[in-house]
């Protein structure tokens, strides 16, 4: 079978999720209780949105929610037939610190697509700046089809297991044909088990539904966070409700204008970049596994993939995958590459597995793919991350296509290329055709929109920052020069101090700031 494409998920959430659980929910929870009630008017419906008054002008009853505030709205399946059937999304509101102080809502986004709006944030204290956590409700959603919001699940765990764990990289036209069976099976299973739903997962979908939370929540602008694929959301949206915009920040950019083609090459470009640096800092440690150079670190890096693709590590200290393959062994070191805090981890990993041992390395997958350890799944980012992508842009059913840009790609990224410009074959077996094509985004009559790109950020490279920041009609580039995915609350403080400024005095940032 075959895989999906590398996430789009801010390196942040994972870890911000995690320390959610901690002893800071009970904090929350006391200041939730002591909250004064915040007297809310749901805004109407903008132009052009007729039929939807029933959604727009729906209250929100709030309740407590381990720590924090949950609630629920509905809205339609499909925006074209609002009187039809409806869905309901998971909200989670972490309430403002100082509730005297309190400025608005603030709606954010971890990426994905598929990534849980509702835990990250519940880990408010750590996304956003302390500013900006005293002065705003933090409010997540689930976007539909995500976690609580009517999800959509294609495969058991044990067949995600599998799915995930083969062969991402065909050598030969055997395993491109069984790699595109895998393909349209998986295509198949998400057509038989997300029914009615699968057509209305888009992110032009998900940007209705953000609209409506603006109005629920009584804004009338959204202020908003959003990070890697939450920036092509939140672009969608600032095309689609320009007079809406309020106090905009994309982080980690994907432009809505790239092709699938272009997405898969700009990633094996940005993969094979981090994982260069990574390698530098493999050999500056001085105990580094896979050699005394870079070169020699990332041709070793392949031949270890090579390796284990034929003959799995036999070790995992996982029951249920028992073997680390090439498929397991890949998300284990992209997860690394979202965060140079994990590099050491990484360097130790390999290590491991190169004398036989899986085991760290199956535990950075895991990590990655949002898989407990031992089995099951906490979320179902790595199914519905396809029903998105699907929807958004066109894709061929051509394996002589996909042979050929893999070809091509391992020219410019060795290590990643085939890997990526193979990962979207599901796409062009989809049971239902593509609502979207890529597309200009202007925002034009939107309040500034603040861009931030990181030089050498490996999912969203730099130049889809400046891509889109070219694009919008009144925007603010911050560029970080560093590592990793995404820039803010990542312990960089010209960024954070930019954005906090932004957020709490409206001062948008000097276009072209570096960091």
Not at 92 to 110: D, H, T
Not at 145 to 155: K, T
Not at 209 to 222: I, S
Request: charged letters at 20%; a negative charge.
């Amino acid at each position: 079978m075959t895989l999906r494409p590398l996430a789009l998920v801010a390196a942040a959430a994972a870890a911000a999720t995690a320390l959610a659980g901690c002893s800071v929910v009970a904090d929350v929870r006391d200041r939730v209780q002591a909250r004064p009630s915040v007297t809310v008017s749901p805004q109407p419906p903008p132009p052009g949105s007729e039929g939807l008054d029933r959604f727009y002008e729906q209250g929100l009853e709030w309740s407590d929610c381990s720590g924090a505030e949950c609630a629920t709205m509905t809205v339609p399946l499909d925006y074209a037939e609002p009187a039809g059937g409806t869905i309901d999304i998971a909200l989670l509101r972490v309430p403002a610190k100082r509730a005297g102080q309190r400025i608005g809502s603030l709606v954010v986004n971890p990426g994905g697509p598929g990534g849980s709006g509702v835990d990250y944030a519940r880990a408010a204290d750590f996304i956003v700046g302390p500013g900006v956590r005293a002065a705003y409700d933090v409010v997540g959603f689930d976007p539909r089809g995500v976690g609580r919001s009517a999800p959509i699940d294609c495969l058991t765990d044990t067949q995600l297991d599998a799915f995930l764990g083969s062969d991402p990289t065909p050598d030969d036209t055997a395993e491109q044909r069984s790699f595109a069976r895998g393909a349209a099976d998986f295509a198949r299973a998400c057509g038989t088990t997300a029914g009615p739903l699968l057509p209305h997962v888009s992110t032009e979908d998900v940007a209705r539904d953000l609209d409506v939370l603006r109005a629920v929540l009584g804004e009338e602008k959204l202020t908003y966070l959003g990070k890697s694929y939450g920036t092509y959301l939140g672009a969608t949206y600032a095309d689609l409700f320009p007079e809406q915009v309020g106090r905009f920040v994309l982080d980690g950019v994907v432009a809505p204008d790239l092709t699938s083609e272009e997405i898969n090459l700009g990633q094996a470009k940005g993969f094979e970049l981090a994982t260069r640096t990574w390698a530098d800092y493999c050999v500056d440690e001085g105990d580094c596994p896979l050699g005394d150079s870079v070169d020699t670190v990332m041709e070793n890096l392949r031949e270890f993939l090579t390796d284990v693709d034929e003959r799995p590590v036999p070790k995992t200290g996982d029951g249920q995958v028992p073997q680390l393959t090439e498929g397991w062994a890949s998300l284990g070191i992209a997860a690394a590459m979202y965060d140079q805090g994990a590099w050491r981890t990484l360097v130790d990993a390999l290590d491991d597995a190169v004398a036989g041992d899986g085991t760290a390395l199956m535990q950075l997958a895991d990590q990655y793919a949002d898989r407990n350890p031992g089995g099951g799944y906490a979320g179902n980012i790595m199914e519905v991350i396809y029903a998105v992508n699907c929807l958004d842009k066109p894709e061929s059913d051509s394996v002589e296509e996909h042979a050929r840009l893999a070809e091509e790609a391992a020219a410019e990224a060795p290590t990643w290329g085939p890997y990526l410009m193979w990962s979207s074959l599901p796409c062009g077996y989809w049971p239902v055709p593509p609502a979207g094509e890529p597309h200009l985004v202007t925002a034009e009559g939107a309040e500034p929109i603040v861009v931030i790109g990181t030089t050498r950020d490996p999912a969203t490279p730099y130049e889809w920052a400046v891509r889109l920041r070219d694009q919008l009609a009144e925007a603010a580039l911050i560029t970080y020069d560093g590592d990793g995915h995404t820039a803010y609350t990542r312990s960089n403080a010209c960024v954070d101090d930019a954005v906090d400024a932004y957020y709490l005095e409206g001062t948008l940032p000097e276009d072209g700031l570096r960091c």
